[in-house]
């Protein structure tokens, strides 16, 4: 490809492909495995995933926890008002999407019950919120599980269960990274019983990860910043690896912010790191990830890693087979 146009990584979805539950088991999702050295398609459920991997091979894993990001409030008119908060490291000032948007202006309050918070400055579509307690505390009381919005229902009560992965641990993101939702626990165990090692990084996921590209070169696409961490433990666990096995996009985008040449260092920091195709890979051997949306960036790593011809065939044949897309879809292992 010798332009990168936004419209190159546009194909046609069908609605009824995305999903809006998850599989019944964790494990039971569908799994397409890719092999980008002959381009042949097995298909598979996820819980065959380990026979793909013995000793040395190392899954690196996002253990970010969701936030409970999504409130209602009332405008100071009585009318009723929708907030998601896109990102959580500045606690004082919180970058949040309001619907509706129409006639809200700076210092107006949005009331919570007996909390409330005010508009401290408004930019295209987003606004900053100030908070009238801790923002930890006014999620706990009133916050709600952030589904994305193509995932057009009402929330269960399983969602609050489903939609974090078994490796969550770590406060501090809007969205779930989605590849690692097929886990269970028997799955890691039967890894670890084949010699695979597991290794956490974080990446808080915030509204940057989602972020729509805007123009039609993509090389023109600003991603915003993003926490991560990675410590002592994991990076060594990660550089004594035959094989590293990145689960999910945001595992990627740690590893290849934190590498340093074919190793990775302990590092904290913020990372903008945008993945299209042409980067070259320093530390991922395979990739775990979902069925990703048209457009986005999350699609846009993936041709990066296994080709744009590669994927699109491979998109093609999951649609022939049924396969469940996005957040709450199925699997594809791209060795």
Known sequence: MTELKL???????????????PSVRRDESKLLVLHRDTGKTEHKIFKDIVDYFS????FVVNKTKVIPARFFGRKETGGKIEVLILGYGDTKSVPAIVKPLKNLKIGARIFLHNDFCEVVSIEHNTVKLKFSDEIDTILKKYGKVPLPPYIKRDLIPSDAERYQTVFASVLGSVAAPTAGLHFTENV?????????????????????????????????HQMGEEYFEIEKSSAGIINSAKRKIAVGTTSVRVLETVSDGKKVKPKKGVTNIF??????????????TNFHLPQTTLLMLVCAFAGRDLIFR?????????????????AMLIL
Do not use: H
Request: net charge negative.
């Open 7 to 21: 419209s190159d990584f546009d194909y046609d979805l069908p609605k009824e492909f995305i999903a809006k539950f």
């Open 55 to 58: 000793g040395g091979d190392v």
């Open 188 to 220: 890691l165990s039967q890894l670890r019983s084949n010699g695979v090692k597991i290794a956490d990084v974080l990446l808080d996921i915030s509204w940057a990860t989602f972020s729509p590209v805007r123009c039609e070169n993509i090389t023109e």
């Open 275 to 288: 993945i299209y195709p042409g980067y070259k890979f320093k530390n991922v051997d395979a990739l775990l």
């Open 314 to 330: 491979a998109y093609k044949e999951a649609k022939k087979n049924n396969y469940r897309f996005a957040s709450y879809g199925d």
